[in-house]
């Protein structure tokens, strides 16, 4: 069995087929959405809210984050799997690559930072030392507070510029992917042809080179919440299984997400 790479990854993108990703955070369901072919598999920082039951991830710890790591990769064989970096574990260079070491020790393959231009020595500091890693922009829910609340990111032109400027800055500074959480579909479209490395959406509609959910959602068992951006498989297949497959059917063939599930 190939095992997915950030090349394979790269490589889809260069074939315009659509990468499929899940947050996990267990053996358990890593090996079954291992089994289905996932390409990629995040240990997020959402583990706070669907794991620990808090209202925003701010008190997850890099310990939580290694501990879920070394658990998800004892079960994947193939999928490539990322490491969320906590809030404040990246805060200086230095702290996130004493941080950024421990999650690769942990088993993870990238790790993945929050945030625009301002990390581009951090990120260029771990891709010298190694460390490959996945930017995040948009609705970055670990400046949930600055934002006054989980809301779509980049809806005027001024937000919307500046998110192309820190995608396009990241770039630049290594990052090998970038999830892009919560923008209006056409800023979604435009950055995902701007940049060379694969965009990973989620709530940031059906143009981007692939889509990620956080498992919980996509199976419907979040603690009392249902994004607009998320849809219930389990709910639609009544089987863990089919609602994985059908999940990742829909990623490829692009079914998911549909208008309903974006935002303009
Ligand atoms: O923490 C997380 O699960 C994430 C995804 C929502 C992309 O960052």
């Not at 925003?56 to 070394?70: M, S």
């Not at 993870?108 to 500091?125: C, F």
């Not at 892009?180 to 701007?194: D, R």
Request: net charge negative; hydrophobic share 45%; proline share 3%.
């Amino acid at each position: 069995m190939k095992k997915v790479t950030v090349s394979s990854l790269l490589k889809k993108k260069q074939a315009a087929e659509k990468i499929t990703a899940l947050t996990a955070y267990d053996a358990s369901f890593a090996r079954l959405f291992d089994d289905e072919h996932i390409d990629a598999l995040l240990i997020g920082d959402s583990l706070g809210m669907v794991l620990q039951g808090d209202d925003d991830t701010l008190q997850v710890t890099v310990d939580d984050i290694a501990y879920h790591t070394r658990a998800v990769r004892r079960g994947v064989d193939r999928a490539f799997v990322l490491a969320d970096m906590p809030f404040m574990s990246y805060a200086t260079p230095e702290s996130a690559y004493t941080n950024a070491a421990k999650l690769m020790a942990a088993g993870a393959s990238m790790v993945k930072l929050e945030g625009g231009s301002w990390l581009q020595e951090t990120v260029r500091g771990l891709v010298d030392r190694s460390v490959p890693v996945c930017g995040h922009i948009g609705l970055t829910p670990q400046a949930v507070h600055v934002f006054g609340g989980f809301k779509v990111q980049g809806r005027n032109s001024e937000q919307a510029q500046k998110i192309i400027d820190d995608a396009v800055a990241l770039e630049k500074s290594g990052i090998q992917l970038l999830v892009l959480e919560c923008v209006p579909s056409a800023l979604a479209k435009a950055i995902t042809e701007k940049l060379s490395i694969p965009v990973i959406g989620i709530g940031a509609g059906k143009d981007t080179d692939g889509q990620i959910l956080v498992m919980h959602d996509m199976l419907g068992v979040s603690a009392n919440y249902m994004p607009k951006f998320s849809k219930n498989y389990l709910a639609e297949t009544g089987d863990l299984r089919k609602a994985v497959r059908l999940y990742i059917e829909q990623v490829k063939s692009g079914a998911f997400p549909a208008a309903e599930h974006s935002f303009e």
